[in-house]
């Protein structure tokens, strides 16, 4: 069992150091509100006041946080991760953001003697606490093998892509389809519904057809009560495609569906439905339909 | 085993109706060119000259054929279906229709005291020579318990759903999710490869992630080779779009995703890619991302 | 003078008799609701009870109706203008119908011996009240000329287009930028007002630029208070999107931009505002954006 | 006449300072690229070593420079314009960038005792040679009345809009339709040309219509024949687009036809478009329509 850092405590973070530390790592930790980590220390996590502290104190330091902003914040500075990282380190960061702003990252970790991997996750809060999550991770090859074990303690399906930022990149030309996949469900439901068919049936029709991809069959019957909780909510996906449409203008490549459903994803967060799981699409098509009231 | 009739007998129609031969059915058939339904003759199919003496011959008849307008043609005039309809008999339409158009042919089989269902099939070709095809049902209750073991020698899965046209109405609500996901994969796919990962290993991630439909699995892969023969083209994919657009508008229902992509199988079509599978939706995007000639 | 025949008088077509009337024409005309037609009856049109009577009255005959399956309503059966006419006779469609239904007609004009030309109007009940309406004209060059002077009575810029059904095709080809540019200035509005800008100051700097169309510097005003009356209404509006949308498949036109905006219309529709003049996609735009009540 | 400051000597840039010398302005310019301001020392233009030197030789210093990212390029660091400014000095920016990062670098201004304006221009470099062009500008009031002569010796329309960062909004909520108004008219001319129109027909119809915007007026001739010279091309326009669909999803706007038309941006770019007149929109749709080869 290696010592292992993590940065980024939050809703996803915390999780899966806990799944480290239930594997029997040692574990230092650092989150920017540490009251959210009370928890893990209790598990025993021991706590490291600042990034660069956790690179010091570990062989591999894993880190999880919201976007490429929040990615330059715990890298950068006197205080970051970056600032910690010498020859033999490794650093893998879980984070989505864009390829290009990984590879920066991975750069500069290469300047200081030392190794870096993107490994987005696919699959969301309730995909890790049932030990389902995927990862993608890409970089040094050689780091990869070493780090293996510890990614598979998070979830067990573990792909190594190719050179660093591809695995970034590949999740974020999955998840586009998330949201489409949902606006189209959603233009079919409704199609149904207002043809005089039945929500519940309309739905049970298209779970059971050729259309049912693991999204839908899981996200689909939320247009038939929305859920407590978001596990991916509107803000979460539309940061995805952004990041998706930006690749686009950067790569060259037109994103039709793409374009046109986060729009829709700007529509929803306009109608206060920005942290709610983006299922709510069909909540923003039922208002330009008419059959809701949009404030 | 019934009597029963068959209107239509192109590619699907004259596999439908082999399947309900080898079950052991009598079938009386009749399609537009007699040269295309030889193999059936020979298989011990009885032939009529007509749509109106195949519904004569038989107690339940089905028909498969293009779109509203065949399906007009074959019912009207002296030679048409409904002129051979009387009481007791029952008539199964299984194309894909505008439920409109659908419900106005059942108002007319009603008026001659016949019953009338739409019965539209959700797979294709080798969906169906697997025996795994799903049919959809509306209509009479009582007539489709009638017909329903017919129904089930040509594809196991059959369900009812509702009054007359709704059958017709939940298969064009769910075939508008195949062209729409077929077009975010593809940018998906092409996103990653412009981005550097190559396509096979981008279309392995993809089919193996939650996006991952049973459409898509099966059709994902033609990105890496179009496939020789054609189960679903442009032509009719597009034909489905259109009733989805057409219902939308009638109703009221936005379709924001449906028409974008729509319109790119008219791009298919403009450049030459009409009778293909509409999986060529994939080389509509590269040459719009100017990665092949458009002509 | 000549002898005149008119058939359709709503809104458009009776303010167009009208002004034949005042220029010193002989009129005779129908309307499947006479009662619409006493002010021009009490003006000195001789009223006929068919649309073949007015044919039959009339050296050229004009008509003005809703859409394709009016103008075949009015043309058809042993009422109908076709069979009132006979060589010499000239016969002016002004309706917006498809292009292909225009050179149906046309045909089976020529079969009686007489000759058709489309001859659609650009512009609203206003622009035809100001005396300002464009018209242009397609079909026999030499019947064009012969009716010219009785076109120019209707509206002063008459414009010799082409072969039947291109006058109708260029109709449409132009009136698919009115609603996409409403739309596109409503986005600009709506950008600035939620930017901070007071939307009258937003609306003063767009009709001042170079993007102000007639049209848009006509309509634009419409997003600081709608009109009472819709000159050209939201049902109108999708009528001639739907006409474009069709021709574009039918030759193999993509229409990226009247795709989604043809989708906004369906929304407006949806909304409640149909009968409203397409100036309110700017409110259905606001819905969208969550900034007032859908229903 | 006031001792005048411009930084960023480009095409645009340049052609301004030198109009405000042909009035009599002493100006003290800076370029990156020295030998693209030789012109312009000819013309008796004072060279100084970089932007603080311009803002310390000048009462008042205008800029003209690419994007967000220069104007920071050219304010920031121990030579920018920042450093240079104090008490009394006013800074106006005439680029186009986004709103947000025009109020952060008037806020830095304000910190050292200056003021600032944002003042794009609405028009090209034809524009501005023909002395047509329109500035807006936003800021302390109160300044923006001590420099208009200066502006309008740039531009005779020089319009007040209200404070720091209104001004570069109002012109991104312009010039989103101009890209929009563009694709919808190679729409119509496509569509009129595939169903038998000759295109310069359709295109003097058009310029005759409603929809005749000046911008369409002055670049739908374009669709007949492409300009030399690109005076708004395909990177430039797309700029903007960009900034108003992150405007966009900052203010939660809905954007559909600006979103759909960057997607073709796109395409123009990745079919090697990038450096022509955005009018090239209508070579993009006839790629897509099949009739032309994309690469």
Redesign the interface.
């Known amino acids: 069992m290696a010592d292992v850092g993590f940065v980024g405590l939050g809703v996803m973070g915390g999780r899966m150091a806990a799944r480290l530390l239930a594997a029997g790592h040692v574990i230092t930790g650092y989150n920017r509100t540490k009251a959210k980590a009370t928890w893990l220390i209790e598990r025993g996590m021991r706590w490291a006041h600042s990034p660069r502290a956790v690179v010091e104190a570990a062989e591999v330091t894993l880190s999880m946080v919201t976007d490429t902003t929040a990615l330059r914040g715990i890298t950068g500075g006197p205080d970051g991760v970056l600032a910690g990282l010498g020859p033999g380190k490794i650093y893998v960061d879980m984070s989505t953001v864009s390829?290009a702003a990984s590879r920066q990252v991975a750069a500069a970790v290469r300047d200081r003697g030392a190794r870096m991997l993107d490994a987005p996750v696919?699959?969301s809060v309730s995909t890790l606490e049932e030990g389902k999550l995927?990862i993608?991770a890409a970089g040094d090859r050689d780091a990869f093998e070493r780090v293996r074990q510890i990614l598979e303690a998070i979830g067990p399906k573990v792909?190594y892509?190719?050179?660093n930022?591809?695995a970034v990149?590949?999740k974020?030309?999955?998840n586009?389809?998330?949201a489409?996949?949902m606006?189209?469900?959603s233009?079919?439901?409704?199609?149904?519904e207002?043809?005089?068919?039945p929500r519940p049936?309309?739905v049970d029709?298209?779970l059971?057809?050729?259309?049912?991809?693991?999204?839908?069959r899981?996200r689909g019957p939320f247009v038939l009560g929305r859920p407590e909780e978001a596990w991916f909510d509107v803000g979460m996906m539309?940061k995805d495609m952004?990041l998706?449409?930006d690749?686009?203008?950067e790569?060259?490549?037109?994103?039709?569906?793409?374009?046109?459903?986060?729009?829709?994803l700007?529509?929803a967060?306009?109608?206060?439905f920005g942290s709610e799981d983006f299922a709510v699409l069909f909540e923003v098509?039922r208002?330009?339909?008419?059959?809701?009231?949009?404030?």
Chains 1, 2, 3, 4 share one sequence.
């Open positions: 390829p696919s699959g995927s993608m792909t892509v190719g050179p930022g591809q990149l590949m974020i030309a999955t586009l389809s998330l489409v996949q606006l189209a469900f233009e079919g439901v409704l199609l149904a207002k043809g005089g068919i049936i309309a029709v298209l059971n057809s050729v259309i049912a991809s693991p999204m839908i899981y539309q952004t998706a449409l690749l686009g203008r790569l060259s490549v037109p994103l039709p569906t793409t374009s046109v459903t986060d729009q829709l700007t529509a967060r306009a109608m206060g098509l208002t330009v339909a008419g059959m809701r009231e949009a404030v």
